[in-house]
């Protein structure tokens, strides 16, 4: 491991999505609240549906859980119905906001332009984005010696300041392997966030680069994570599904804390 690896602090994230009801949060939450390790060691994350999350920062108090955001609004405030506001979110306690999702892309027509407004808002009211990537690094391939900016990357990030990308965490998705049960290979993992970190090098820094998390998501279940999180440009992932369970949920933050353990007892994360 890399002293700039090193440096960085694992992330997990779970993202449930519109999946689970009151009880099934509010057990999920009492079964891992005194599992997950500090902060330091590696932080963890639950985005839910905005109508558990007031009721998941209570819950959390005393974890070192953060609460998550699916999705924010671009205004402080006014009239769009049906949408979130991000000073609303740090008002109740709101940690971090998943923004550019490619669900949000496909099902609610979120554009490049629309995704950097989100990101911009979050940003000045103190939230920390975790912004999806998903677009083809395949594309890239052939420039790999030029390594050339990431567009979905660029485009997100427009604006930002050096201060503030210090509080951006940016996750590859590839849209293929969303739910399909067949996530990236670690190669192809590593391979896409070296281009994003590369692509941070040129808009910032290569040292700014160095600080900033990468993570991956796609079909991440316990099995295959391990080998991801060893990868040099990966810092954590991003789980849909897996996450949904208590005990998996567990496994991967332990995997995180030290992916070269080849077996975990979730009870000494």
Do not use: C
């Not at 594309?139 to 567009?151: K, R």
């Not at 998705?173 to 290979?185: D, L, M, Q, R, Y």
């Not at 290569?206 to 080998?227: D, H, K």
């Amino acid at each position: 491991m890399s002293q700039h690896k090193a440096a960085r602090v694992p992330f997990v994230v779970a993202n449930w999505k519109i999946n689970k009801l009151q009880a099934d949060v509010m057990a999920f939450l009492n079964e891992v609240n005194d599992k997950v390790p500090d902060q330091k060691v590696v932080e963890t994350g639950i985005a839910a549906q905005d109508l558990f999350l007031a009721d998941m920062v209570r819950a959390t108090e005393k974890s070192p859980i953060h609460v998550v955001a699916e999705n924010v609004h671009w205004e402080d405030s006014g009239a769009y119905t049906g949408e979130t506001s991000p000073k609303a979110l740090k008002d109740i306690g709101a940690k971090y906001v998943l923004i550019g999702h490619f669900e949000r892309r496909k099902f609610f027509n979120e554009t490049d332009s629309t995704v950097n407004l989100k990101v911009t808002a979050a940003l000045r009211n103190g939230l920390r984005p975790i912004i999806d990537v998903d677009e083809d690094m395949s594309t890239y391939a052939q420039f790999m010696d030029a390594e050339p900016s990431v567009a979905q990357v660029a485009a997100a990030l427009a604006g930002v300041s050096v201060d503030q990308i210090r509080n951006v965490t940016l996750a590859y998705e590839p849209t293929w392997a969303i739910g399909s049960g067949e996530a990236a290979s670690a190669d192809q993992a590593q391979k896409a966030a070296h281009l994003i970190r590369q692509t941070l090098a040129k808009l910032y820094s290569p040292v700014i680069a160095e600080q900033v998390r990468i993570l991956y998501g796609g079909s991440v279940t316990p099995a295959n994570a391990r080998e991801i999180m060893l990868q040099e440009d990966i810092d954590g992932v991003l789980v849909g599904t897996a996450a949904l369970d208590p005990q998996k949920f567990l496994e991967l933050v332990a995997i995180a804390h030290n992916p070269t353990i080849p077996d975990f007892n979730t009870e000494e994360v």
